[in-house]
């Protein structure tokens, strides 16, 4: 092995070292990869290891096959048991940065493109709040979404939190943050990452100026037809009036009241 080293192998890649490197550190090199890969078979060719910062790896288990390829990332999800669907967030979550797609299908665009302070798929503002406080009461690290928290938007992702409200008001909440938020912002404010590139802005719901004068049937109106000029949709093929009037409960309670 030493003479390998020392002159290298003619015919393959494998190159002498005689001029870059001293005698004596060639023999310490060759005793410690004796030693480490020969001898002790050390598992130090492995990445995730604790040395290297990922102490009980196995936690991730269900994320395994995503990385090393065994099942296909864009596996769709009702082919996948319970317990490789939550392998496959993981990976697409934690691990893509690094291991890119093992192995695909289709090749193609596999990236969601989603505005960054726009609530990601299965994230809950209430959830990690309930984690947080769970965390801090067992002294634990405090579990803080840090991509949301660092974004001036974040705050307007977050909805109102109503308590005892109609089973009308709870519909028109559910409606309202699945499909009006993502312009008008989960607050109504409007002042989400989406809103404020939006020319005109999404509408203040909770702003006197506009939302004083504001009465049902304008509200009826311009939620079914839209607004002509402005990216404000029509509504009215996706709601029927008891859906529309639900929604307009729930502007009335959790941004401004509306008169008339
Ligand atoms: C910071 C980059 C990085 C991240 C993040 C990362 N990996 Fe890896 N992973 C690597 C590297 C580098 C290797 C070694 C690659 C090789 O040997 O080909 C590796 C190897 C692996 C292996 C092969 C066995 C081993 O331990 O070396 C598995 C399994 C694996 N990763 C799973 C995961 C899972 C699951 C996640 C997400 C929870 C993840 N990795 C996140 C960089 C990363
Ligand atoms: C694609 C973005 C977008 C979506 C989705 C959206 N809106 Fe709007 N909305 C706007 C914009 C932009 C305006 C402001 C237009 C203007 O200022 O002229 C607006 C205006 C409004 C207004 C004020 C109308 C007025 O006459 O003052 C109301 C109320 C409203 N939207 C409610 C809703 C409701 C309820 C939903 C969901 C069912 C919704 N919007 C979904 C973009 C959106």
Known sequence: MIETVTNGRSGTAMQGFANTISEEDIELVVDFVRREFMQNKATNTRYHTVENGWPNHEQYAPAFPFALGAIAIDTLDHELSPAEQIGKRIFMQSCITC??????????AIWDTRAVSFPRNQYSHK????????????GGTENIDSESGASPYARHDRAPVLERVTA?????????QANCAFCHAAD???????GSFLEPHPRNLTDSANMGSMTRDRLRKVIREGLPGTTMPAWKSVFNLKQIDSIIDYIDKAFHPIDG
């Open 99 to 108: 291991h890119d797609r093992a192995r695909v299908n289709e090749e193609g």
């Open 127 to 138: 959830k990690e709040a309930r984690k947080k406080e769970a965390h801090s009461r067992s």
């Open 188 to 194: 109504g404010t409007g002042k989400n990452w989406i």
């Open 168 to 176: 009308q008001i709870r519909e028109g909440e559910q409606l309202f």
